[in-house]
């Protein structure tokens, strides 16, 4: 079951969104830190009610975020459509103790299908340049990659930019 998240569990989204920067730093994938991803984005997101939770069994399991708000980084990219129309996924995490069971898959189909349903244009989102399952998986779907940005705080490597168009 995939729902908007409650205030009382961004502790719990925390813990999951810092397994997988353990998990990732342990693959010297060096995509999240102390940094990154925030209390203060996560209480943005529920503010802002974008904030989705993945249950299975009674657990939160995975968060994402879906909004139509563009960051400033992203305005140099060279995207596939008008920034009119767009929603940007952020935050996708599964606890590591979770993950290989589909549920990154099932959070993108409803935020694939949330976009359809609401008649936006296109999803776009971006990825660490050194983390190449997330590029596969992105690309797998569909999302084609367009450019990069920097995230100082994160990484000196740049994020991967992707779009995939919204087909009815």
Request: positive net charge; proline residues 4%.
């Amino acid at each position: 079951m995939i729902r908007k998240a409650k205030k009382k569990e961004i502790q719990q989204i925390l813990i999951i969104t810092r397994a997988c920067g353990q998990q990732m730093k342990s693959q010297n994938i060096i995509q999240w830190n102390e940094n990154y991803p925030s209390i203060k984005a996560f209480n943005k997101d529920l503010k802002r009610k974008e904030l989705f939770v993945l249950i299975s069994e009674e657990y939160i399991v995975g968060c994402i975020t879906i909004t139509p708000k563009i960051d400033k980084e992203y305005l140099p990219i060279n995207w596939l459509t008008s920034n009119e129309n767009n929603l940007y996924i952020h935050r996708l995490a599964i606890h590591p103790n979770f993950q290989g069971k589909g549920f990154a898959q099932t959070l993108m189909d409803f935020a694939e299908n949330f976009a359809l349903e609401n008649n936006y244009s296109s999803i776009r989102l971006d990825t660490f340049s050194g983390n190449e399952r997330n590029q596969k998986f992105y690309e797998l779907r569909g999302y084609k990659k367009l450019g990069e940005v920097y995230f100082p705080n994160q990484s000196e490597d740049p994020f991967y930019c992707y779009e995939l168009l919204c087909k009815k």
